[in-house]
């Protein structure tokens, strides 16, 4: 399968004018690829005003990603404001070119801002099929639980989409080694650049990590769309090999 991560800055709280802009630099790629994965919010940046972008299921956003997955023949994710009946989510939303669409609400909200104040959390760990792939999408702060994440399903691909800033950026480079590593997967991180009207500076990093660590798509700053082909079989190969997710250990995930 060949992945294309999407780098870039945010205009705050804009979604016309951030999707015009992923727009214009998708149909601009002469890249091939599959799938495409976004940053957290990509539509508004890490906002903790949600009823300034919220959007719904029906809305013009949902609309957009459809008609580009369809327009390009590409599977499009990345996580938006969304409401629903009164409440807001950080929804993170897998578009396929049919205009199937599969969500995940991020489940650890980020309590150093008081996201979990705004947003309600998810209740359920999911996993996508695409293109023979099983795929685990996650939201930024969830890379810091690896009980969550852990590989007990049997997928190939993990991904994290994020707004994680500068910082804390040598957390987040070797949390998603360190998920990739542990959980025998390819683990893409898919980051934002620029400055948001907190001011908080992001750096990017955007990355993908094979089962044993290797950097596939170094940790870059630049705005930019890098493309790369995953090889499951490869993956597999590795599995077989090693068996460390054959002596992992049983439990049960309770989520509240």
Known sequence: MKLAILQTDLTWENPIYNRLTIESKV?????????????EMFTSGFTMHPE???ETMEGETIQWLKGLAKAKKIAITGSLVIQEEGVFYNRLVFVTPKGEITTYDKRHLFTLAGEEQVYA??????????KDWKICPQICYDLRFPVFARNVEGYDLLVYVANWPKVRVKAWDALIKARAIENMCYTVGVNRIGKDANGHEYIGHSQVIDELGNEMIAPFEEDDIQVITLNKKKMQESRNKFNFLNDRDSFNLVID
């Open 27 to 39: 149909l601009s790629c002469a890249k091939k690829f599959d799938l495409l994965v976004l940053p």
């Open 52 to 54: 300034r972008v919220a």
């Open 121 to 130: 959390g998810g209740n359920e760990k999911v996993i996508i099929t695409y």
